[in-house]
């Protein structure tokens, strides 16, 4: 995974982010539920709003354990699925997006060179 070194800027709390990466525009922030984990190129850990819009972040820096070993692992989820004690979950959730300030050297820093990343989740239910 993406190595993370402490950020300058004091609006984060000094949240590590990951290596050779800035923060593009601010943080965000909203009530959303917790749907469904997928995997594809990314990691694709997808919310919902109230209005039922779709929120695709495609990081989790946080303690909160969204996903688990998948009981039937396959390409489709990467080994892994949503953790169902927060499926359907409602959450108080803070993102940031990050932008990759290098050229890609891997093929993950390919994937993710710009990517919403969750840095704060809290269980509202």
Request: hydrophobic letters at 30%; charged letters at 30%; glycine letters at 4%.
């Amino acid at each position: 995974l993406l190595k993370r070194t402490v950020c300058s800027q004091p609006k984060l709390s000094k949240k590590p982010l990951p290596e050779n990466y800035t923060v593009v525009g601010e943080l965000k922030t909203k009530t959303l539920r917790y749907a469904d984990f997928g995997m594809g190129d990314m990691s694709h850990y997808i919310f919902i709003d109230a209005q039922n819009t779709h929120y695709n972040f495609n990081g989790n820096d946080t303690d909160v354990k969204l996903i688990v070993d998948a009981a039937q692992p396959d390409d489709e989820n990467g080994g892994y699925e949503p953790n169902p004690e927060y499926l359907n979950k409602s959450f108080r959730v803070v993102w940031r997006t990050v932008k990759l300030n290098k050229e890609p050297s891997d093929i993950i820093e390919t994937y993710y060179q710009e990517f919403d990343e969750i840095i704060y989740l809290k269980l509202l239910e």
